[in-house]
């Protein structure tokens, strides 16, 4: 029996394309860079306040997952209705997030102490939406194959989403700045109200999700206490979570800006018309555009590629595997002059399963906890997608703040965009030596690891098909 109807599919999918609107402000390698050469904050700097936002991340996501799982609303509802009340906020401290009023040294540390109240407004209530927004997920059918395919349709449209904006402001953000002779500051403000706000504003419409199971009230979590120590018996779950955070260990992603601002010469595409006002930002969105959109193909076929690989465990490792091999060719393709061309198009054909991956891991976040509630009689939505949320803005902290922290090792200093200024040559001989093995084989080197938790992982189909009938079970029982 199905039970999601086309038209909240579509409500709830638009509502989710708002959310990944916002996120691709903050979520990509465009913020780290943000921080760096148009905030201006120094490269050390700008380490340790990732960290420091992220760890403030670690602490705060799972509490907010607990609350939600220990709240219900009048309604029976516990996520659906926190989709109706954080849009507006997310969208104001988005916009709060990226006013840049000045960039004195001598003002630095009221900079960073603005910056730092920002964050963490906007990432509580970012959270509390996040953590609703995907949690849903694994309540809107009883039926695993049905909402299966709900979330492949999530992370393929967010996924989408996020990627076209998270390259294409960047891009579209610069090449106006060139052309009208505006401050790059002022664009980024103007594009964080269009983008952020009116992102926020849109993702309003995922209220429109359903939330069709519910536990009965003397199986809900007591306490904060009761809700981690349910955590840490789900297996499946951490066993994912610490893939992810060995997964952040390929921070040379978010060097591939600085890369193409520092070593390749700003008339690598031509300096005629339109592509006179490209620089840096612009050649990163050529870049991503490569080696990204290709994944896009996996995430169409990531069913068919779940039932090759016999589960999507299975699926995850196969990823990673062509990943790691792809990128080393890459890598010895080299950068040098018309290679640079082929070595992102290596890297794009790599990258066609790993679109599958996002879609892979909530699934088997959706199956822990089908399996919690088998063994326990309670369900974990906040707390098991709260540590979700958690571990993606975690690795992303991590991977951002380790990106930083290399570059402060590579003694790089900082140069503010000038429209035609040339910048090949004005970094240091230890920078232009390291930037492009760090682009290449970090995320290499992160997918090894990667593969090592998802070894330990045990849960067949057969056995999710065992669980889903018992609870089909229990729960006609129960009502």
């Not at 840490?232 to 921070?251: D, E, P, R, W």
């Amino acid at each position: 029996m199905n039970y999601i109807s086309r038209k909240e599919k579509i409500n709830y999918y638009a509502g989710l394309s708002g959310q990944n609107i916002v996120y691709s402000l903050i979520g990509a390698s465009f913020f780290t860079y943000f921080m760096t050469d148009i905030a201006m904050f120094p490269a050390i700097v700008v380490s340790v306040l990732l960290i420091i936002m992220k760890i403030w991340d670690g602490i705060n996501d799972p509490i907010v997952g607990s609350f939600i799982d220990k709240h219900t609303f009048k309604n029976g509802e516990k996520l659906r209705p926190f989709l109706k009340y954080t849009p507006l906020p997310v969208g104001v401290f988005t916009v709060l997030l990226f006013i840049v009023f000045s960039t004195k040294e001598e003002l630095l540390w009221l900079r960073i102490a603005y910056f730092v109240i920002m964050y963490i407004c906007w990432d509580l209530v970012y959270t509390v939406q996040d953590v609703s927004i995907w949690g849903i997920t694994s309540s809107v059918s009883p039926n695993g194959d049905e909402r299966d395919r709900f979330v492949q349709g999530a992370r393929t449209v967010g996924s989408i989403v996020y990627g076209i904006f998270s390259t294409l402001i960047p891009m579209g953000l610069e090449m106006i700045a060139n052309a009208s002779g505006s401050s790059v500051k002022l664009m980024v403000l103007v594009f964080a109200i269009i983008f952020g706000l009116g992102g926020a504003m849109l993702s309003y419409r995922s209220y429109a999700a359903q939330e069709r199971i519910h536990v009965a009230q003397e199986t809900k979590q007591e306490s904060m206490a009761e809700s981690f120590s349910l955590l840490f018996k789900n297996k499946m779950m951490l066993l994912v979570t610490l893939a992810n955070l060995f997964g952040a260990l390929g921070f040379g992603g978010n060097l591939i800006t600085y890369f193409f601002k520092y070593e390749i010469p700003s008339d690598f595409i031509g300096n005629e018309g339109i592509f006179g006002l490209i620089g840096a930002l612009g050649l990163t969105t050529i870049y991503y555009a490569i080696t990204s959109v290709p994944g896009f193909i996996g995430m169409i076929f990531a069913d068919k590629l779940k039932k090759m690989c016999k589960g999507y465990v299975n699926a995850l490792i196969l990823m990673q595997v062509l990943n790691i091999v792809f990128r080393i060719i890459a890598y010895f393709i080299g950068y040098q002059g018309k290679m640079l061309w082929l070595s992102m198009l290596v890297i794009g054909i790599g990258c066609i399963p790993m679109g599958a991956v996002s879609i892979a891991q909530t699934s088997i976040f959706c199956d822990s906890i089908d399996y919690m509630e088998y063994k326990t009689g309670k369900r974990t939505e906040g707390i098991t997608f709260s540590m979700q949320t958690s571990f993606t803005k975690i690795t992303s902290g991590v991977t951002a703040g380790l990106a930083t922290l290399t570059l402060h090792i590579l003694k790089y200093n900082a140069v503010e965009d000038v429209q035609g200024a040339v910048y090949v040559g004005t970094q240091t001989a230890a920078f232009d030596k390291w930037i492009w093995p760090l682009v290449i084989l970090t995320p290499a080197l992160a997918s090894l690891l990667y593969i090592i938790p998802l070894l330990f992982i045990h849960y067949t189909p057969e056995q999710r098909r065992q669980v889903e009938q018992e609870l089909k079970a229990r729960r006609e029982k129960a009502e």
